[in-house]
């Protein structure tokens, strides 16, 4: 073990400095009561808790790592903590995390999911509290079953440090309430109408269509939309002789508003599913030519090419 | 008593040959680091020639596969270092006694601890090329080929870029057993023995790298879900593959070179070797005391672990002969606590420890 590096944040220097006036006080030429570990360029030391991997390295956090890119510091190290080996595959893996961020269940979500995705570089892993991965899975995994997710296996909050070497919001943010549940709008219904967003959600779904709305109805606690003058910009699961009669379902949306469904005169944009048997849907936009953002959309639309796993994986 | 004089001179000659022919290893790339395959561009004949400890066979294998020599080297590394783990609280603890030999004389006898040495280094060998096609570093070999398992699920994808064990296995047993394909001992000579022994213990080596890979996937659906998985061959984490050879080790089996030019079991009760174990031809020497001629280092000066009733404890590792106690301060960073954004700040503790050494 020994003394390892030592460099303070600036937080941590300015309480390292009034430690030391303190200790000054009282003997003259006492040694540091506190050793600390900060930002580490090089981190050959680095054991990551996979034996078998590339050197990890610290690296910018790219712009186009939508996750992470804002989480509040700048370098990441690589491979990440969910084994993810190339910056190909965090962002592609990351990118359908971000449809889930922007919902803001938790405080925590992004610190939470970056200290995975996006590691700090420090001299080894430090991985989420396991009280935060509670909190955020607990606020989150029910916004995520409107869309037809569990909570994954690979941020399964069990596997997560209980001390006090681990990431974590100071505890007051990651404590406030919720929001009331009464008022919540329905997830699928809730965006940002940005192209970017529309984009990663674009990617992130499994089919996309354009569409006219016939009826809506509710049906076992789910809202059940029924489609008219229906054009394919992403096929993904459906099949072109079910497309004919495609039924799409609002997953326990049979109660919460959609402020896109109180006029159905217009066109939608519409992405989702399928899981099981039902196809349903994950984001709504109304197809808003005049609407700037909505125009960039469709003009990025017809050159962006999602990442696959085959062409990270390469 | 000229005639002993002759034959005195004759046996001295003769130790001096053995000792010249053996005295170095291509170990010896993993204590002087391989250069960069760049460096080889600027003449492939003189550096191939400089690295120690090369024999006239692996020589060519070098001026042929230059870029390999960097893994050969990183394999032989990973090797000793396993080794140095597995017998860590071993009288004979691996150690590296010089740069050229590695090992010393140590070697020189055909004991388990050298069948050991000889398995473990062949098989860091073939994990370091293995893992260096995967990662693209050499233009001979790229990801594994190897078919998709019969008892994966239908539904998961066998892809991505496993770890090309097959030109591992192959490669490793090229240059680890040229050295020994290119001497000429008599039929039935001890210096036969030994090179017989030694080709069994690098292919047991090799063997346990190769049959440990296994299939690794990764879950990369929508989400973190698994509705998508895809998985590839992957090695076996070094530390199980030395496990497994120190498993050999504890069973290796005691041989002896018969007038046909092969090995046989000194004790016939006992069962037959297969390609994956490991065998030895002359007993192990006493560590217990520094020994020039047989290269042993001793135990005087080594830790001991005074409570233990096993090979580490005082009294089995210093062979009796007692230890001396000191006490030693250990300083060491605790209470660490993680501070947004981002830095761990740690106390210092420092604490007074009992330490025992081998007088």
Sequence with gaps: MGIGRSEGGRRGAALGVLLALGAALLAVGSASEYDYVSFQSDIGPYQSGRFYTKPPQCVDIPADLRLCHNVGYKKMVLPNLLEHETMAEVKQQASSWVPLLNKNCHAG??????????????????????????????????????????????????????????????PPNATEASKPQGTTVCPPCDNELKSEAIIEHLCASEFALRMKIKEVKKENGDKKIVPKKKKPLKLGPIKKKDLKKLVLYLKNGADCPCHQLDNLSHHFLIMGRKVKSQYLLTAIHKWDKKNKEFKNFMKKMKNHECPTFQSVFK | MPSLLLLFTAALLSSWAQLLTDANSWWSLALNPVQRPEMFIIGAQPVCSQLPGLSPGQRKLCQLYQEHMAYIGEGAKTGIKECQHQFRQRRWNCSTADNASVFGRVMQIGSRETAFTHAVSAAGVVNAISRACR??????????????????????LWGGCGDNVEYGYRFAKEFVDAREREKNFAKGSEEQGRVLMNLQNNEAGRRAVYKMADVACKCHGVSGSCSLKTCWLQLAEFRKVGDRLKEKYDSAAAMRVTRKGRLELVNSRFTQPTPEDLVYVDPSPDYCLRNESTGSLGTQGRLCNKTSEGMDGCELMCCGRGYNQFKSVQVERCHCKFHWCCFVRCKKCTEIVDQYICK
């Design chain 1, 109 to 170: 979500t992004q610190v939470f999911l970056c200290s995975l995705f996006a590691p700090v570089c420090l001299d080894r892993p430090i991985y989420p509290c396991r009280w935060l991965c509670e909190a955020v899975r607990d606020s989150c995994e029910p916004v995520m079953q409107f869309f037809g997710f569990y909570w994954p296996e690979m941020l399964k909050c069990d596997k997560f440090p209980e001390g006090d070497v681990c990431i974590a919001m100071t």
């Design chain 2, 135 to 156: 990662e693209g570093e050499l233009s001979t070999c790229g990801c594994s080929r190897t078919a998709r398992p019969k008892d994966l699920p239908r539904d998961w």
